[in-house]
């Protein structure tokens, strides 16, 4: 099996070629609204950004694909969920504050801001999936409520899950806040030896997972739920990621994928959107310098074959050598595995073929030769 992708670059001479007029064009040639009917509601799924953040997608654009949707006569909301972190997101009130900084407000996108997971992250249901991992997993409720839904990805590294995209945004962009820390379970911080006894790292702990004995600080397993807080806390770098498991966890996340979409076959269309390929994910209160070129934007019904595409566009690419890139500068070359070679983000794209997410295999259409 094969699915087609759609894809422009972002060359532009004139007002009918600028980006926003691109984002419609996709949209079109995609035949992205025949995924909704008239009084659907439809999630526009997004991520808003970490404040401190610039690097998400520009909520101008976001804006085309909102009206679009209104013209079919469906509803569209954006939308997102609260984060397993303690940032700027990880409640409905200063998530919606942050996005709005960020310039979603209602005069700009054009649609309501809905946090899919409720106040606290309480707002979830079951979902039976039957995988390897997990039997069931927990979606937010607004999530699965929804008619239908548009995926809207800023495609970027990732240092857990190689990079970030399509796959990405349903996983851990679609669940609840327990769900998120069953995809992390597999992958809690280790101390290493050394520790001096700061104590930063337990100040730094939301959970209290973090005590202090005479060797030094010690995990309380039973507590900790992953956020990853005291590795950034660490002033001697000595709380690291559990790299033996990370290709479980990307499994985990895939299958969270998985369960995001089950109810709405041929009901979701995935965006991705390939400029500021930074290294890391947009939780992250910064963004890094970009690894490659801006390259464009790519569409398709299949979130498999959108990122495999897209992560072969960014390989295409000749790496930006002051950036946080260590090798594979080269044209072809595995650039995530140029940042974070520890993980192999392909093991996102090989899984989800095996569940049934999508095709690996895939027909590039550039929309600037249907014209």
């Not at 606290?120 to 607004?142: L, P, S, T």
């Not at 379970?185 to 004995?213: N, Q, R, W, Y």
């Not at 899984?351 to 600037?368: A, C, T, V």
């Amino acid at each position: 099996m094969r699915s087609d992708v759609y894809f422009t670059d972002f060359k532009s001479r004139t007002d009918e070629d600028n980006k926003i007029n691109k984002v419609k064009t996709l949209f079109e040639a995609a035949e992205f609204n025949n995924l909704m009917e008239v009084d659907e509601l439809v999630a526009v799924k997004l991520h808003f950004g970490e404040e401190g953040n610039d690097s998400y997608i520009n909520p101008v654009l976001v804006r085309q694909i909102v009206d679009k949707i209104a013209s079919k006569g469906a509803k569209p909301f954006i939308t997102d969920t609260n984060t397993l972190y303690y940032g700027s997101r990880h409640n409905s009130p200063t998530h919606i504050k942050t996005a709005v900084l960020h310039g979603f407000d209602y005069a700009v996108s054009g649609a309501p801001i809905i946090i899919a997971d409720g106040l606290r992250g309480e707002n979830w249901k079951n979902v039976e999936i039957k995988q390897k991992h997990f039997e069931n997993v927990m979606i937010a409720g607004d999530i699965i409520s929804a008619d239908s839904m548009i995926v809207m990805s800023h495609f970027k590294g990732h240092e857990m899950a190689g990079f970030g995209g399509a796959i990405k945004n349903l996983a851990m962009g679609c669940a609840a806040i327990p769900g998120k820390i069953e995809q992390h379970a597999c992958v809690k911080p280790i101390i290493l030896e050394g520790c001096t006894s700061c104590g930063t790292c337990i100040e730094s702990c939301p959970e209290k997972a973090l005590e202090m004995t005479e060797n030094g600080a010690e995990m309380v397993y039973d507590r900790c739920i992953a956020c990853n807080n005291c590795i950034f806390a660490c002033s001697n770098s000595l709380i690291k990621l559990d790299w033996e498991n990370m290709n479980e966890f990307i499994e985990r996340m895939t299958e969270y994928a998985l369960g995001a979409v089950k109810d709405k076959k041929g009901k979701v269309g995935y965006m991705n959107f390939l400029m500021n390929i930074t290294p890391d994910c947009d939780c992250l209160p910064w963004s890094d310098r970009p690894i490659v070129p801006d390259i464009g934007i790519l569409v398709s019904d299949d979130p498999v074959a959108l990122d495999a595409a897209s992560y072969d566009l960014v390989n295409h690419q000749m790496g930006f050598k002051n950036s946080l890139l260590h090798q594979n500068y080269l044209k072809g070359e595995d650039k995530f595995k140029g940042i974070w070679d520890m993980v192999d983000g392909h093991v996102q794209l090989r899984y989800g073929r095996e569940i049934g997410l999508g095709n690996l295999k895939y027909d590039l259409i550039d929309i600037n030769q249907l014209k």
